[in-house]
C-alpha cells in the first residue's frame, strides 16, 4: 500500500478504449452505409456488431494502446482475450457461422505471426499456418491468466479451429483514438468542404449523444437510414442560407427561482419596467441565454461573421424602430405612465412574437427573440417608450443608494 499513488488508479486507458470502441463504431457505420443495410449497437455481442434484418454481419473487437506501441504476438493477451469472447460466442450460438470476426487493433503485427496470417492483406493470410501458431502457442505458453481459453481452442478438432480462424481478420496499425478521427473525417469529402470541421464535431456530438441512449436505454442499434438522414440534416444546416442547431444550446433553460441572478442586466430591467410578469422576463433570459451562447458558437466554427451579425441587428432595429414609431404614435401628446407602460408591453410583444431569421432556414424563433434582448441590453432597442431616461433614473437611483450605505 505505501508504495502506491493515486495515479495506480488512473482510468485513462479504459477511458480512450472505450471512446476508441465509439469512434471505431461510427468509422465503420460510414463505410459500410456505402454497402448496404445495417444496425449497429455496442456493447451486445462484442464490442461493436453490425446486424441486417437482426442478423450479425460482423462483430468487431477494437483494442487500443497509446502509452507504448504493442506487437501482436502468438501469446499476446489481447489476441487470445479477443478468441476467448468469439469462441465463447462460437459455442453458445450467438454469434452464427457466417459472422465475420474482426480485431481492429493499434498494436503492429510480426513477420510469421499467426497474427500476420489472420491479416486482411490478401497475399499474407494463410489460415492452416494462423491455426498452426496459435496451437504452438496454447500448448508452450506458461501464462496462467489464458489457460483457460488454451484448453478451449485445443479442445475444437483442427477443422473447427481452422473455421473459426477462416472468420477471423485481423486489422494491425490502426489509428489511435486522436488519428482516426482522420480516417472519419475522409469518409465525408462528400460533404460542404468549407466546413468540414464542424460537419464532424456536429455527427460526432450526435454519435456520441446516440450511442449513450443505446447504452443506458438497451436499444435496438443505430440504422444506416438514421446515420444518414443525420448526415443529411447536417449538410443541408451548413448551406449558406442556413446554420446549425446545437441541440444542449436549445434545452438551455433556467428557473424561476434564479431570477434575481440576472435582475442587474439591462435586458432584464427593460421587460421589469413595462410591467410584465416574471415568466415574461424569464422567456427573455432564456432567449437571451440561448441566442448569446449559439451566436458564439456560430462565429467560433466561422460560420457566421461580424458583417453577417450587423446586418442582421441593423434589419432588427430597423423592424423595431417600425413597430415602436407605431405603437408610440397612438399614445397622444401626454400619456400617462400606465398609458406609456402598456405600449412599452406591446412593444414587448412584438420582440417575443415577430419571426426575423437571420438566416432564410434558420427556424429557431429564439434567435431572433434573443438577438432583440441582446439589443436591449446594450440600450441600442427598448420597450418602454422612454427607455432610456427611465433607465438612467433607475441606475442614478441605484447608485445613490449604493453610495449611502457606503
Partial sequence: MSD??????????????????????????????????????????????????????????????????????????????TLRVWLVGNASGEVPADTALFLITTSSITEGTAAQALCAHAPKRNIPIA???????????SNDALQEVFAVF???????QEKLLHRVVVIPDEGNVAEILTKIESELHWMTLHHQKTALEHLEGWWFKRVVHELVNNGCGISRTELEAQISD?????????????????????????????????????VEL???????????????????????????????????????????KTEWSLRRDQICDELGDSPA??????????????????????RPNVAAHWVCRGSLHMLADELKIGWHPNFEDRLTEILAAESATVAATT
Fill in 4 to 81: 502506491q499513488t493515486v495515479h495506480t488508479y488512473n482510468a485513462t486507458a479504459s477511458m480512450l478504449g472505450y471512446l476508441y470502441q465509439v469512434r471505431v463504431a461510427l468509422l465503420w457505420a460510414l463505410q459500410q452505409a456505402k454497402i448496404g443495410e445495417f444496425t449497429v449497437s455496442l456493447e451486445t455481442l462484442d464490442d461493436v456488431t453490425f446486424e441486417a434484418n437482426g442478423i450479425p454481419l460482423s462483430v468487431l473487437q477494437t483494442k487500443h494502446s497509446i502509452v507504448k506501441k504493442a506487437n501482436l504476438t502468438d501469446t499476446s493477451v489481447d489476441l487470445w482475450k
Fill in 274 to 316: 413595462v410591467g410584465a410578469g416574471k415568466n415574461r422576463i424569464l422567456n427573455a433570459i432564456n432567449s437571451y441565454q440561448k441566442a448569446f451562447a449559439q451566436r458564439s458558437q456560430w462565429t467560433r466554427d466561422e460560420l457566421l461573421f461580424d458583417t453577417d451579425i450587423s446586418k442582421f441587428e441593423s434589419s432588427l
Fill in 154 to 160: 485445443l479442445a475444437l478438432s483442427q477443422t473447427d
Fill in 131 to 141: 491455426c498452426s501458431r496459435l496451437k504452438q502457442a496454447a500448448s508452450t505458453s
Fill in 234 to 270: 447536417i449538410q443541408e444546416s451548413l448551406k449558406p442560407d442556413a446554420l446549425p442547431i446545437d441541440d444542449a444550446i436549445e434545452k438551455l433553460m433556467i428557473a424561476l427561482d434564479q431570477l434575481p441572478e440576472f435582475s442587474g442586466r439591462n435586458f432584464y430591467r427593460q
Fill in 337 to 358: 405612465d400606465d398609458a406609456m407602460a402598456k405600449a412599452g408591453r406591446e412593444v414587448l410583444k412584438w420582440a417575443e412574437d415577430v419571426v426575423l431569421p437571420i
